[in-house]
């Protein structure tokens, strides 16, 4: 299929709330330039009125503004604009991004074409700009790219972006919105429902960088998402008490040079394989090598934020926004049952499941 017909036969969904003035107009400009790459942009926009309609005006002629169908009524605003976007969309190969989310015309048009062997593309982000807490949050990326700890996705990040076949997700019923992780619990789903989930860690998306106020306020709540995986959480969970002990057994025998020399050839092992993340599918050109230096800080960061996320989890679950969310994402077995159960062949192209709100499944 030529570039023009693979553009007709693609569609853009955007999700968006904001309860803030935002940057539409540079927002617009972006969708502006895509343009010709798809055949359909769709914002669906959970914003308060006052913003909806300033988003409206700035979207004109630029994309189909509809607010999320009133149906959905997940915790996940994002899931409802998804899914929502995904009904009303009329083409069959749909590219669901964030709004910090920036393609430029070939990784879009590669995301698009290896749909043609898969049912969800999974790319990966990375920050076209970098303030100190954007190289921070690169270390994740990093190590990411060399093991997740999950057993169906063991390598590559989790991106604000995915591309997918409409009729596939059309046909496991929808994702579980009230999941935290929501692009592993999408993930999950097409997999478990049939579906062949590609991850080309070549195939390489700028992402804005968030404030750096936003970003401290995400620290307990993504550590939250580690519940969804319990190697990853475990590993976690220990790094700092590991630390904990080799300080103290080295206090205790007066030598604190040996505790130091420890916890630098850790440190060191961490830097190595966050180095060896980077330099992957030739990351380095998108990656900075100060995110590998930082990755054992990361890690001992993350581990901090995993005990307070367990301390959510006691008290209910993590905040978000007026809620606790309890659930990470369901557990692989249990959609592969869920599936299993409602298709002969579980393929993803063929199964219809239930609507999810009939069928919420247990939470992790």
């Not at 994740?140 to 999950?150: A, E, H, K, P, S």
Request: glycine share 10%; proline share 6%; hydrophobic share 45%.
């Amino acid at each position: 299929m030529g570039a023009s017909g693979l553009s007709s036969e693609t569609g853009y969904v955007l999700p968006l709330r904001w309860t803030e003035p935002g940057p539409i107009e540079e927002l617009a400009a972006y969708l502006r330039g895509i343009r010709a790459e798809v055949g359909e942009i769709l914002v669906v926009d959970g914003s308060p009125p006052p913003h909806f309609e300033a988003h409206a005006q700035a979207l004109r002629g630029v994309a189909r503004h509809l607010r999320p169908d009133r149906d959905l009524r997940f915790a996940m605003g994002k899931v409802n604009g998804v899914l929502t976007g995904v009904r009303a969309c009329r083409r069959e190969r749909i590219v669901l991004a964030d709004d910090d989310v920036r393609y430029d015309a070939e990784a879009l048009r590669r995301a698009v074409t290896l749909l043609d062997g898969a049912e969800l593309v999974r790319p990966q982000n990375f920050f076209d700009e970098l303030p100190w807490h954007a190289r921070w949050d690169t270390a994740r990326t990093l190590l990411n790219r060399v093991f997740t700890g999950d057993s169906d996705f063991p390598v590559g990040d989790f991106p604000g972006t995915l591309a997918v076949r409409r009729s596939a997700l059309l046909a496991t019923g929808g994702y579980d919105g009230d999941a935290l992780f929501e692009n592993l619990e999408l993930m999950r789903t097409i997999r478990a429902a049939g579906g062949r989930v590609a991850t080309p860690l070549d195939l390489y998306v700028a992402r804005r960088p968030p404030s750096a106020a936003h970003f401290r306020g995400q620290r307990v709540r993504q550590a939250y998402d580690d519940f969804a995986i319990p190697a990853r959480l475990g590993f976690f969970l220990a790094a700092l008490p590991l630390v904990g002990a080799v300080l103290a057994r080295c206090a205790r025998r007066n030598r604190p040079r040996g505790g130091i020399a420890r916890l630098a050839i850790a440190a060191v092992g961490v830097s190595s394989v966050a180095e060896l993340g980077r330099r992957r599918a030739g990351g380095s050109s998108r990656f900075p090598a100060t995110s590998s230096l930082l990755a054992p800080a990361w890690v001992l960061e993350r581990s901090l934020c995993a005990w307070l996320a367990v301390g959510a989890r006691l008290r209910g679950g993590v905040r978000y926004g007026d809620a606790r969310l309890r659930l990470a994402a369901t557990r692989a077995r249990l959609l592969r049952r869920r599936y299993a159960s409602t298709s002969d062949g579980g393929s993803c192209g063929t199964a219809t499941a239930a609507p999810l709100a009939a069928r919420k499944p247990s939470a992790l």
